[in-house]
């Protein structure tokens, strides 16, 4: 792109001299990233200002400098001044990497919780019936059968236009992708438009960042208010927020609930769900009346995306949804001898309750125990600690409070907090290692037991004081098997 199609892209507010001829790029927010040549565009984070780092990007080689302030270079660079980075830079990056939302179907999910298995099983799904799809989310970037890891729920509005060029480059037909209400607030999903939006549900999450739950659902809702009218939006309208979400949306509305005619959980059991949704019966491996939605809306997205409805029931029966989401970790030997591990990602009060119920459910007798080793994040709200803790303690026989991602808090004031949750703590106990709390948890239990290992499920890192090390519950929990069952044998 040259300077002057960046400038009639643009439309600013003002500029300084350039050269109208002079191909630029590419577009960088991060003036670390900047090449000779580069276009940096200044940003106002929550927690940084990249108008400090202008100088930088200038003195790094960047030839367009995108910012909000007068400002003067006696370097040969073009200062292009506008009202709003932000509400640029999403639009930006998709021009400039040639508009690749508009060669895919979008398919964004949004909620607090379910976003990751549904993302994955129509993701799953399409592969599975021999479309060209590709994945962005919590767990992992997808590209066809290409894995890349993800830190975000939702990328950089430039990193999203990038990987949506190689998913396109790719020959990928369909884009299935998490979308956070940090994403929707920041305005990192602009520039493009989604053809499907799914809402899962909302319950207490991230209220560090959003203040209360009311503006934690307006940002939910900026999804389905940009949906264009020839779009679709699927919606839990069992969920209390539901119906607040499509208020004035002008897509075509898919309400589903499992309270209508037609819409049923036929069975929940250890192997797996029975359901029927619109008059189709559905089976699959996963378990729990929390899933049972998370298969209805993925089943829901692709009869939208045009898929027959018996075929999207035969690919669901041989899918498996996301990663470290009721993941059972198992030894390939002495399964009988061993405890029955779990693993899973709730972190919130109400998944937190939506996994113990469904592994509460599956006790087979009152010897049998359902144990839960948990604990909260840190630097992040508070006041969902105690809440967790009796989530924990109504469903749970004993509990385990342990250490999660602490970031810069102590672990031990994060537990306290959490303990203070409880209304008795006869059958709870506080272990601030991880490591060792999984390992004491397996090693005390029976080998009828359940054991719950919760808050991190596909992380493979515990990030402390700014730094991420290492750590992934499942490869811990194997360890702790492994040495069970020798001590057994």
Same mark, same amino acid.
């Given at each position: 792109?040259?300077?002057?199609?960046?400038?009639?892209?643009?439309?600013?507010?003002?500029?300084?001299?350039?050269?109208?001829?002079?191909?630029?790029?590419?577009?960088?927010?991060?003036?670390?990233?900047?090449?000779?040549?580069?276009?940096?565009?200044?940003?106002?984070?929550?927690?940084?200002?990249?108008?400090?780092?202008?100088?930088?990007?200038?003195?790094?080689?960047?030839?367009?400098?995108?910012?909000?302030? #007068?400002?003067?270079?006696?370097?040969?660079?073009?200062?292009?001044?506008?009202?709003?980075?932000?509400?640029?830079?999403?639009?930006?990056?998709?021009?400039?990497?040639?508009?690749?939302?508009?060669?895919?179907?979008?398919?964004?999910?949004?909620?607090? %919780?379910?976003?990751?298995?549904?993302?994955? !099983?129509?993701?799953?799904?399409?592969?599975?019936?021999?479309?060209?799809?590709?994945?962005?989310?919590?767990?992992?970037?997808?590209?066809?059968?290409?894995?890349?890891?993800?830190?975000?729920?939702?990328?950089?509005?430039?990193?999203?236009?990038?990987?949506?060029?190689?998913?396109?480059?790719?020959?990928?037909?369909?884009?299935?992708?998490?979308?956070?209400?940090?994403?929707?607030?920041?305005?990192?999903?602009?520039?493009?438009?989604?053809?499907?939006?799914?809402?899962?549900?909302?319950?207490?999450?991230?209220?560090?960042?959003?203040?209360?739950?009311?503006?934690?659902?307006?940002?939910?809702?900026?999804?389905?208010?940009?949906?264009?009218?020839?779009?679709?939006?699927?919606? %839990?309208?069992?969920?209390?927020?539901?119906?607040?979400?499509?208020?004035?949306?002008?897509?075509?509305?898919?309400?589903?609930?499992?309270?209508?005619?037609?819409?049923?959980?036929?069975?929940?059991?250890?192997?797996?769900?029975?359901?029927?949704?619109?008059?189709?019966?559905?089976?699959?491996?996963?378990?729990?009346?929390?899933?049972?939605?998370?298969?209805?809306?993925?089943?829901?997205?692709?009869?939208?995306?045009? !898929?027959?409805?018996?075929?999207?029931?035969?690919?669901?029966?041989?899918?498996?949804?996301?990663?470290?989401?009721?993941?059972?970790?198992?030894?390939?030997?002495?399964?009988?001898?061993?405890?029955?591990?779990?693993?899973?990602?709730?972190?919130?009060?109400?998944?937190?309750?939506?996994?113990?119920?469904?592994?509460?459910?599956?006790?087979?007798?009152?010897?049998?125990?359902?144990?839960?080793?948990?604990?909260?994040?840190?630097?992040?709200?508070? #006041?969902?600690?105690?809440?967790?803790?009796?989530?924990?303690?109504?469903?749970?026989?004993?509990?385990?409070?342990?250490?999660?991602?602490?970031?810069?808090?102590?672990?031990?004031?994060?537990?306290?907090?959490?303990?203070?949750?409880?209304?008795?703590?006869?059958?709870? #106990? #506080?272990?601030?290692?991880?490591?060792?709390?999984?390992?004491?948890?397996?090693?005390?239990?029976?080998?009828?037991?359940?054991?719950?290992?919760?808050?991190?499920?596909?992380?493979?890192?515990?990030?402390?004081?700014?730094?991420?090390?290492?750590?992934?519950?499942?490869?811990?929990?194997?360890?702790?098997?492994?040495?069970?069952?020798?001590?057994?044998?």
């Amino acid at each position: 792109m040259t300077i002057q199609e960046l400038i009639e892209f643009i439309n600013p507010l003002d500029t300084s001299k350039y050269q109208s001829d002079t191909v630029v790029g590419p577009l960088v927010q991060d003036s670390r990233q900047v090449t000779d040549g580069s276009v940096f565009i200044a940003i106002r984070g929550h927690e940084v200002d990249g108008h400090a780092f202008m100088e930088d990007a200038i003195y790094r080689g960047a030839k367009v400098v995108i910012c909000e302030e #007068s400002f003067y270079s006696d370097e040969d660079v073009c200062i292009i001044e506008v009202e709003n980075t932000r509400s640029l830079i999403g639009p930006l990056a998709h021009k400039m990497a040639g508009n690749p939302a508009n060669q895919l179907k979008v398919v964004g999910i949004t909620g607090t %919780n379910g976003k990751t298995t549904t993302a994955t !099983l129509v993701y799953q799904i399409l592969m599975e019936c021999g479309y060209k799809a590709s994945l962005l989310g919590t767990v992992a970037k997808k590209i066809l059968d290409e894995t890349i890891d993800s830190k975000l729920t939702t990328s950089d509005p430039i990193e999203l236009a990038s990987d949506m060029r190689a998913m396109v480059d790719a020959g990928s037909q369909y884009l299935v992708m998490e979308v956070s209400s940090h994403a929707l607030h920041q305005e990192r999903v602009n520039g493009f438009s989604f053809d499907i939006g799914v809402f899962t549900n909302l319950s207490q999450d991230h209220l560090d960042y959003h203040n209360n739950i009311e503006e934690y659902a307006a940002a939910k809702k900026l999804l389905f208010d940009r949906l264009p009218a020839d779009g679709t939006a699927i919606v %839990n309208v069992d969920d209390a927020y539901g119906k607040r979400m499509i208020a004035q949306c002008d897509a075509q509305l898919i309400k589903f609930s499992f309270e209508e005619e037609g819409n049923a959980i036929l069975s929940n059991t250890a192997e797996g769900l029975q359901l029927k949704v619109h008059g189709q019966e559905l089976s699959s491996s996963l378990s729990g009346n929390f899933n049972a939605y998370n298969i209805a809306q993925a089943y829901l997205v692709c009869e939208a995306l045009s !898929l027959d409805s018996a075929v999207i029931a035969d690919a669901l029966t041989k899918v498996d949804g996301a990663p470290g989401r009721m993941e059972n970790v198992t030894l390939e030997s002495g399964k009988d001898k061993l405890p029955t591990v779990i693993v899973d990602y709730a972190h919130t009060p109400d998944a937190l309750e939506n996994v113990l119920t469904t592994l509460k459910s599956l006790k087979e007798g009152t010897d049998q125990k359902l144990i839960c080793v948990f604990g909260a994040g840190g630097d992040r709200d508070t #006041s969902k600690r105690p809440k967790m803790a009796q989530a924990a303690e109504q469903f749970a026989d004993l509990v385990i409070v342990t250490s999660d991602n602490p970031r810069t808090e102590n672990p031990d004031v994060i537990i306290a907090d959490i303990l203070q949750g409880f209304e008795s703590t006869e059958n709870v #106990s #506080s272990i601030t290692s991880r490591d060792e709390a999984i390992k004491y948890a397996i090693q005390t239990a029976n080998a009828s037991d359940i054991i719950l290992i919760a808050g991190k499920g596909h992380e493979n890192y515990q990030e402390i004081n700014g730094e991420r090390h290492h750590f992934d519950d499942r490869e811990v929990a194997r360890e702790a098997l492994t040495a069970k069952l020798g001590g057994l044998n």
